[in-house]
Protein backbone atom coordinates (compact mmCIF):
# COMPACT_ATOMS: atom_id res chain seq x y z
CA UNK A 1 0.00 0.00 0.00
CA UNK A 2 2.78 2.53 1.01
CA UNK A 3 4.47 1.90 -2.27
CA UNK A 4 1.57 2.09 -4.57
CA UNK A 5 0.85 5.67 -2.38
CA UNK A 6 4.67 6.42 -3.28
CA UNK A 7 4.04 5.33 -7.12
CA UNK A 8 1.05 7.53 -7.59
CA UNK A 9 2.46 10.27 -5.81
CA UNK A 10 5.53 10.27 -8.44
CA UNK A 11 2.94 9.81 -11.05
CA UNK A 12 1.18 13.37 -9.60
CA UNK A 13 4.59 15.16 -9.25
CA UNK A 14 5.32 13.95 -13.19
CA UNK A 15 2.03 15.71 -14.11
CA UNK A 16 2.71 19.08 -12.10
CA UNK A 17 6.28 19.40 -13.52
CA UNK A 18 5.14 18.88 -16.87
CA UNK A 19 2.04 21.65 -16.59
CA UNK A 20 4.86 23.88 -14.67
CA UNK A 21 7.03 23.54 -17.75
CA UNK A 22 4.22 24.14 -20.13
CA UNK A 23 3.01 27.41 -18.34
CA UNK A 24 6.42 28.75 -18.11
CA UNK A 25 7.03 27.77 -21.60
CA UNK A 26 3.71 29.83 -22.58
CA UNK A 27 4.61 32.66 -20.28
CA UNK A 28 7.76 33.29 -21.49
CA UNK A 29 6.85 33.25 -25.20
CA UNK A 30 4.17 35.88 -24.35
CA UNK A 31 6.40 37.73 -22.39
CA UNK A 32 8.53 38.40 -25.11
CA UNK A 33 5.62 39.23 -27.33
CA UNK A 34 4.22 41.70 -24.80
CA UNK A 35 7.77 42.84 -24.01
CA UNK A 36 8.03 43.86 -27.86
CA UNK A 37 4.73 45.19 -27.70
CA UNK A 38 5.76 47.40 -24.87
CA UNK A 39 9.18 48.34 -26.16
CA UNK A 40 7.49 49.58 -29.52
CA UNK A 41 5.00 52.10 -27.19
CA UNK A 42 7.83 52.98 -25.11
CA UNK A 43 10.12 54.48 -28.34
CA UNK A 44 6.40 55.94 -29.24
CA UNK A 45 6.09 57.62 -26.18
CA UNK A 46 9.98 59.06 -26.28
CA UNK A 47 8.92 59.77 -29.99
CA UNK A 48 12.55 57.99 -30.59
CA UNK A 49 10.76 56.00 -34.07
CA UNK A 50 12.95 57.92 -36.92
CA UNK A 51 11.60 57.62 -39.78
CA UNK A 52 13.85 56.49 -42.63
CA UNK A 53 14.61 59.11 -45.27
CA UNK A 54 13.49 57.87 -48.84
CA UNK A 55 16.29 58.58 -52.03
CA UNK A 56 14.87 61.74 -52.84
CA UNK A 57 14.12 63.13 -49.12
CA UNK A 58 17.39 62.20 -48.61
CA UNK A 59 19.14 64.26 -51.21
CA UNK A 60 16.77 67.13 -50.50
CA UNK A 61 17.81 67.49 -46.78
CA UNK A 62 21.16 67.23 -47.30
CA UNK A 63 20.89 70.34 -50.06
CA UNK A 64 18.71 71.93 -47.37
CA UNK A 65 21.87 71.49 -44.86
CA UNK A 66 25.00 72.47 -47.68
CA UNK A 67 22.38 75.92 -47.77
CA UNK A 68 21.94 76.49 -44.34
CA UNK A 69 25.97 75.81 -43.96
CA UNK A 70 26.53 77.96 -46.61
CA UNK A 71 24.64 81.00 -45.26
CA UNK A 72 26.72 80.11 -42.21
CA UNK A 73 29.76 80.69 -43.64
CA UNK A 74 28.84 83.89 -44.79
CA UNK A 75 28.24 85.28 -41.75
CA UNK A 76 31.45 84.14 -40.58
CA UNK A 77 33.11 86.03 -43.30
CA UNK A 78 30.87 88.90 -42.91
CA UNK A 79 31.16 89.52 -38.86
CA UNK A 80 34.02 87.61 -38.21
CA UNK A 81 32.91 85.63 -35.16
CA UNK A 82 34.84 83.08 -33.22
CA UNK A 83 31.39 80.73 -33.48
CA UNK A 84 28.35 80.39 -35.75
CA UNK A 85 25.76 78.32 -34.53
CA UNK A 86 22.19 76.76 -36.03
CA UNK A 87 20.54 75.93 -32.46
CA UNK A 88 17.27 74.15 -32.58
CA UNK A 89 14.46 72.83 -30.11
CA UNK A 90 13.02 69.66 -29.24
CA UNK A 91 11.93 67.52 -26.94
CA UNK A 92 13.82 64.93 -25.46
CA UNK A 93 11.30 62.09 -23.94
CA UNK A 94 8.59 62.54 -20.89
CA UNK A 95 8.73 62.43 -17.66
CA UNK A 96 6.45 60.46 -15.34
CA UNK A 97 3.46 62.91 -15.85
CA UNK A 98 4.19 62.77 -19.41
CA UNK A 99 5.22 66.09 -19.63
CA UNK A 100 7.69 66.67 -22.19
CA UNK A 101 11.26 67.55 -21.97
CA UNK A 102 12.39 70.51 -23.36
CA UNK A 103 15.82 70.51 -24.72
CA UNK A 104 17.74 71.74 -27.42
CA UNK A 105 20.44 70.74 -29.58
CA UNK A 106 23.21 72.87 -31.98
CA UNK A 107 22.58 71.31 -35.57
CA UNK A 108 25.37 73.05 -37.56
CA UNK A 109 28.33 75.37 -36.82
CA UNK A 110 30.80 77.19 -38.48
CA UNK A 111 33.79 79.22 -37.56
CA UNK A 112 37.13 80.49 -37.75
CA UNK A 113 39.94 78.66 -38.78
CA UNK A 114 41.90 76.50 -35.87
CA UNK A 115 39.33 76.12 -33.55
CA UNK A 116 38.46 72.53 -32.92
CA UNK A 117 34.25 71.76 -33.57
CA UNK A 118 31.85 71.87 -30.08
CA UNK A 119 28.67 70.24 -32.00
CA UNK A 120 28.70 67.36 -30.36
CA UNK A 121 28.90 69.09 -26.82
CA UNK A 122 25.72 70.42 -27.43
CA UNK A 123 23.29 67.95 -28.22
CA UNK A 124 19.83 67.39 -26.22
CA UNK A 125 20.65 69.66 -23.46
CA UNK A 126 17.95 70.78 -21.62
CA UNK A 127 16.73 74.50 -22.29
CA UNK A 128 16.72 75.60 -18.98
CA UNK A 129 20.50 75.61 -19.02
CA UNK A 130 20.31 78.28 -20.86
CA UNK A 131 16.86 79.56 -19.62
CA UNK A 132 17.32 83.33 -20.08
CA UNK A 133 18.58 83.43 -23.43
CA UNK A 134 15.36 81.08 -24.24
CA UNK A 135 13.09 83.14 -22.80
CA UNK A 136 14.35 86.30 -24.39
CA UNK A 137 14.44 84.50 -27.64
CA UNK A 138 10.85 83.56 -26.89
CA UNK A 139 9.29 87.37 -26.17
CA UNK A 140 11.69 89.66 -28.14
CA UNK A 141 13.08 87.14 -31.31
CA UNK A 142 16.80 88.09 -30.19
CA UNK A 143 19.35 88.60 -27.62
CA UNK A 144 22.21 90.24 -27.72
CA UNK A 145 24.71 90.13 -25.34
CA UNK A 146 27.97 93.01 -26.17
CA UNK A 147 29.63 91.97 -22.56
CA UNK A 148 29.20 88.34 -20.78
CA UNK A 149 29.67 89.69 -17.21
CA UNK A 150 26.43 91.94 -17.83
CA UNK A 151 24.53 88.38 -17.06
CA UNK A 152 26.33 87.20 -14.21
CA UNK A 153 23.96 87.85 -12.10
CA UNK A 154 20.52 87.46 -14.14
CA UNK A 155 21.88 84.13 -16.22
CA UNK A 156 24.07 82.28 -14.64
CA UNK A 157 23.79 79.66 -16.65
CA UNK A 158 24.34 81.18 -19.19
CA UNK A 159 27.29 83.01 -18.15
CA UNK A 160 29.11 79.90 -17.02
CA UNK A 161 28.38 78.24 -20.46
CA UNK A 162 30.48 81.54 -21.72
CA UNK A 163 33.17 81.79 -19.34
CA UNK A 164 33.64 78.19 -19.58
CA UNK A 165 34.33 78.84 -23.43
CA UNK A 166 36.42 81.61 -23.48
CA UNK A 167 33.59 83.37 -24.61
CA UNK A 168 32.94 87.32 -24.01
CA UNK A 169 30.07 87.81 -25.99
CA UNK A 170 27.13 86.51 -27.80
CA UNK A 171 24.49 87.46 -30.05
CA UNK A 172 21.21 85.59 -31.37
CA UNK A 173 18.58 85.63 -33.51
CA UNK A 174 14.96 83.74 -33.54
CA UNK A 175 14.53 80.56 -36.37
CA UNK A 176 10.63 80.19 -36.37
CA UNK A 177 8.38 78.49 -38.62
CA UNK A 178 5.20 80.08 -40.76
CA UNK A 179 3.25 80.74 -38.08
CA UNK A 180 5.71 82.59 -36.51
CA UNK A 181 6.92 79.86 -33.88
CA UNK A 182 10.22 79.81 -31.98
CA UNK A 183 11.38 76.54 -33.35
CA UNK A 184 15.23 77.41 -32.41
CA UNK A 185 17.80 80.52 -33.11
CA UNK A 186 20.62 81.73 -34.97
CA UNK A 187 23.91 82.37 -32.81
CA UNK A 188 27.31 83.83 -33.04
CA UNK A 189 30.31 84.04 -30.57
CA UNK A 190 33.38 85.98 -30.21
CA UNK A 191 36.02 84.67 -27.93
CA UNK A 192 38.29 86.80 -25.35
CA UNK A 193 41.34 86.43 -28.40
CA UNK A 194 39.16 87.64 -30.95
CA UNK A 195 40.47 90.99 -31.79
CA UNK A 196 37.07 92.06 -34.08
CA UNK A 197 35.28 94.84 -32.94
CA UNK A 198 31.69 94.27 -32.95
CA UNK A 199 29.28 96.62 -34.45
CA UNK A 200 25.98 95.46 -32.78
CA UNK A 201 23.32 96.93 -35.29
CA UNK A 202 25.68 95.57 -38.31
CA UNK A 203 25.09 92.50 -36.13
CA UNK A 204 21.86 93.02 -35.66
CA UNK A 205 21.07 93.92 -39.64
CA UNK A 206 23.30 90.57 -40.90
CA UNK A 207 21.83 87.67 -38.45
CA UNK A 208 17.61 88.94 -38.99
CA UNK A 209 18.28 88.38 -42.41
CA UNK A 210 20.36 85.18 -42.63
CA UNK A 211 18.10 84.07 -39.87
CA UNK A 212 14.73 84.68 -42.00
CA UNK A 213 16.19 82.66 -44.90
CA UNK A 214 17.45 79.86 -43.00
CA UNK A 215 13.80 79.64 -41.43
CA UNK A 216 12.63 79.43 -44.94
CA UNK A 217 15.00 76.81 -45.41
CA UNK A 218 13.77 74.76 -42.50
CA UNK A 219 10.41 75.16 -43.56
CA UNK A 220 10.75 73.87 -46.63
CA UNK A 221 12.84 70.87 -45.53
CA UNK A 222 9.39 70.67 -42.82
CA UNK A 223 7.52 70.72 -46.12
CA UNK A 224 9.37 67.82 -48.10
Not at 143 to 168: C, H, Q, S, W
Request: glycine share 6%; aromatic share 10%; charged share 25%.
Amino acid sequence: MEWLEITKAIGELGILIVIAGLFLFFYYKDKNARDEEFKQLFNIILNKENHVLTEEEDLVAKQIDESILSHMRGIVDSLQPSKCFLVRYHNGGKDMNGLSFLKLSVSNEAGARGLAPVIQEYQNQFRSSIAGVCSAIDKDGHVFIPNVEDIKETDIGTYDLMTAKNTRSAYCYAITNTTGYVIGFLAITYRNDNKTQEDVKHIQEVLEVQAYQISTLLDVKKSK
